[in-house]
Each structure stands twice: as C-alpha cells, then as structure tokens.
C-alpha cells in the first residue's frame, strides 16, 4: 500500500535549496504546482487533496521560487513566472522524473501549462485549476476581483493572512490557526517579502514587455497541445470568477471543464475527495 502521508523534501534544483512535499510511493508521478499568493506553497495549495492522490499516485507539491514555503528565497526571478518555469524545469530534472503528470492551480496553472507546450514529450497529462493567468495569456481582459484586491493587500500581518485565505477557502472552517500559521510564518520568514517583490517586478516587465509577452502569451499554442488535459474551477471562485472560465472554456475547445459546486479558487482544498477523484481518475493510466 502506498504512503500516502505528506513528507517534507528538500533537493538542489538548478543550484537552488528546494522544498517540496511529497505523498504517496507508487503510481504515476504527478506534480502539483501552487498559485501566487503570499504564503503559497506546495502543501499549502494542495495539501488537503494529497493523501488522496497519494493513493494511487506518486505526488510532489513543489515550493516554486519567488519567496514561496521553505524554497531559497535568494533564487533569481528575473522573468516571473518564466523563472518559476525554469525552477519547474529544473526540479522535474533534479528528481529525474519523466513520462509525468502536471497539475497547476491559478499562476501555477500557467507554469504547468507552458512546460507542457514546451515539453509535450515528458507530459502524459495535464490538469489546470482556475487561473486568471492563463486567461489573460489567451488575451482575455481579467476584471479586479474582490479577491484580487485583498490579495494586493496583504501588509505582512497575520490579520491579513486570515483575510486573504478567507477569500480563498470557501469553507471557512479549514482556515485553521494552524493553516494561518505555517502561511504566514512562510510570507515572513527573512527574504520572503523582498523575494515577492523582485518577483513582481520580474513579472511585470515579463508580461508587458512587447519582446518578453510573446513567451508568455498562449493564443497560438494551448488550444493546439497534444497532451490530453482538463480544466477544474470552482462554482464559487472569487478570485477567477466562473465568468472567466466560461469565456475560456469557449476558447479551448479541446479542454474539457469540470465545474465543482461549493468550492472557491482552491477546489481541490474546498472540495478535496471530488477534485481527487477527479484528478486520479484522470491521471491513472486506462
């Protein structure tokens, strides 16, 4: 039987001390990769549902750079989310890991998306949870969310924190003190705040830069990739509102979307034993 218990992990990736968690020990690997929020990290995006994955699967909840869980926050992001790519790329290499399962959620869907693009050879499935990101690659213009706002926010207290994953989460009664904790402990450990604002500016001038933004936008090379993937979003998101989805949905006809009742931007947090199911059933090989 696997073991499906959440186990911390560190590995140099690319010459930076990375953190990841890791559940289960047998199966197809699976990586799981989380959003942009101050406090994000790779148990804190997916943890409720990586027992359940861990079933049947390999899993690894990786720490991206940028400030993010127990990852260095000394690593370079000179290109935002390009350099949590080039981090995925690196870690995926340092594990050694191919023939694998991608899994992102908001910002992290983006990263798991465009590793796929450029490496369909090593991705056998993708599966993209609720991002604005990958809406506005595709060109779509993204409205400021109530969600959005209270994420721009976060002053570094933990009363911010508490707010911040109340958008988040649907069902308040997850918001543990223990969850808040190991967020905030994560967005103020020394180097964490700098880290986040280096990012964003990397990822400002790599999203708006006319020779940058061609990297980032996916009009021309989503709906094309031949890695068989899905989309989850929640009924109840607050931060990609189901709107978004809907209009995307449209754009990607060769991605089926799956809608998940009572469940906010973190549906596999919401929603653990639904969007578990749905993501193994969807990664286990026929």
């Known amino acids: 039987m696997a073991d499906n218990?959440?186990?911390?992990?560190?590995?140099?990736?690319?010459?930076?001390?990375?953190?990841?968690?890791?559940?289960?020990?047998?199966?197809?690997?699976?990586?799981?990769?989380?959003?942009?929020?101050?406090?994000?990290?790779?148990?804190a995006g997916f943890g409720s549902v990586m027992p359940i994955l861990g079933e049947k699967l390999q899993v690894y909840a990786v720490d991206s750079?940028?400030?993010?869980?127990?990852?260095?926050p000394e690593a370079p992001t000179t290109y935002g989310v390009q350099s949590r790519l080039?981090?995925?790329?690196?870690?995926?290499d340092a594990l050694c890991l191919d023939d694998i399962c991608l899994a992102g959620n908001s910002q992290g869907a983006w990263v798991a998306a465009r590793y796929a693009i450029l490496h369909p050879d090593k991705v056998r499935k993708?599966?993209?949870?609720?991002?604005?990101?990958?809406?506005?690659?595709?060109?779509?213009?993204?409205?400021?969310?109530?969600?959005?706002?209270?994420?721009?926010?976060?002053?570094?207290?933990?009363?911010?924190?508490?707010r911040l994953l109340q958008a988040l989460i649907m069902d308040q009664s997850k918001i543990t003190d223990d969850l808040v904790d190991r967020r905030q402990a994560a967005a103020s450990r020394p180097g964490a705040p700098?880290?986040?604002?280096?990012?964003q500016i990397?990822?400002?001038?790599?999203t708006t830069d006319p020779g940058m933004r061609q990297n980032y936008d996916m009009r021309h090379t989503l709906p094309e990739l031949p890695v068989p993937s899905m989309f989850i979003w929640g009924e109840n998101d607050a931060f990609a509102p189901p709107?978004?989805?809907?209009?995307?949905?449209?754009?990607?006809?060769?991605?089926?979307?799956?809608?998940?009742?009572?469940?906010?931007?973190?549906?596999?947090?919401?929603?653990?034993?639904?969007?578990?199911?749905?993501?193994?059933?969807?990664?286990?090989p026929a």
């Open 5 to 43: 218990a959440i186990r911390s992990r560190f590995v140099m990736a690319g010459g930076v001390r990375t953190h990841y968690s890791e559940a289960g020990g047998d199966g197809p690997a699976v990586v799981l990769l989380h959003g942009g929020g101050a406090g994000s990290s790779g148990e």
């Open 126 to 162: 993708l599966c993209l949870v609720a991002s604005s990101t990958i809406a506005s690659a595709m060109g779509m213009e993204v409205p400021q969310t109530e969600g959005m706002t209270v994420l721009g926010s976060y002053d570094g207290t933990r009363e911010a924190m508490v």
């Open 86 to 92: 080039k981090h995925l790329e690196d870690f995926i």
């Open 194 to 199: 700098e880290s986040r604002a280096r990012f």
């Open 243 to 284: 709107e978004v989805g809907h209009e995307l949905d449209k754009m990607l006809p060769n991605i089926p979307f799956q809608w998940i009742a009572d469940a906010n931007h973190q549906a596999q947090n919401d929603q653990p034993e639904v969007v578990g199911k749905i993501m193994t059933d969807f990664f286990m």
């Open 65 to 72: 750079v940028g400030g993010y869980g127990e990852t260095d």
């Open 202 to 206: 990397g990822n400002r001038f790599y």
